[in-house]
């Protein structure tokens, strides 16, 4: 059994969208998914959802958001994405079924791939710099090398996550490097797709870089 979690702020429309796929997978093994957000219009969008439960964080922050979450997830495994995504068809199950047959993996990754074109500036950056990524989990992977986990999708065992610092803005190389430091592997799954819209215009991507930049650079 796994547990989906799905951070998210009022992105109500790509919510939806992203349940509705949840919805229609053929997942061979059991699953819990949980949302995990401070808005009311994320609540309404869960109460479609019967199976699925609202957690309300304090907003907080996402670390705040996983810290609470933590203790109401199910089975061993669990797995983390954004609101604001959508998987390939069969992307979780993959991270899922390549952590369970490699017994020296702690947490394993997706591959992000982005939705926008590619005939402007802030397109091709998009693609240009998620194809370094890949390139450099896919080696990484082989060499058993450490790298980071996209927080866009990955998974891992719940009993090694960590207790996240509030202030920790890169909780996906937080996790990736705390489970690295207790002896297991990270993996890819490139076939573990996980589409996403990045930033159009330059204030949202220098606030992104910053973000990731410095989160990196708490953790060292």
């Known amino acids: 059994m796994f547990s989906l979690v799905i951070t998210t702020f009022n992105e109500p429309k790509t919510l939806e969208r992203l349940l509705l796929s949840i919805k229609k997978a053929k997942f061979k093994e059991e699953y819990k998914v949980f949302v995990v957000a401070p808005d009311e219009n994320s609540k309404k969008v869960v109460a479609k959802f019967p199976e699925v439960r609202f957690l309300r964080d304090k907003g907080k922050g996402k670390p705040s958001a996983l810290n609470f979450a933590l203790k ?72 058993g090398e450490y790298f980071d986990c996209s927080g866009y999708l990955f998974a891992c065992y719940k009993d090694i996550i960590p207790f996240l610092p509030e202030d920790c803005l890169a909780e996906d190389s937080y996790i990736s490097s705390w489970i690295f430091k207790k002896g297991y592997k990270i993996g890819y799954v490139e076939q573990g797709v996980v589409f996403v819209k990045f930033p159009t215009n330059l204030s949202d991507w220098l606030c992104q870089k910053t973000r990731t930049i410095t989160g990196q650079r708490q953790i060292r």
Do not use: C, M
């Open 72 to 143: 109401y997830l199910k089975g061993d495994i669990a797995v983390f994405t954004d609101g604001d995504i959508y998987f390939k068809g069969g992307s979780v199950e993959k991270l899922i079924l390549h952590l369970r047959k490699n017994p020296e993996l702690g947490a394993v990754s997706g591959r992000p791939v982005p939705i926008n074109k590619r005939d402007n500036f802030f397109g091709f950056l998009a693609h240009f710099l998620t194809f370094s990524a890949h390139q450099w989990r896919k080696k990484a992977s082989a060499l």
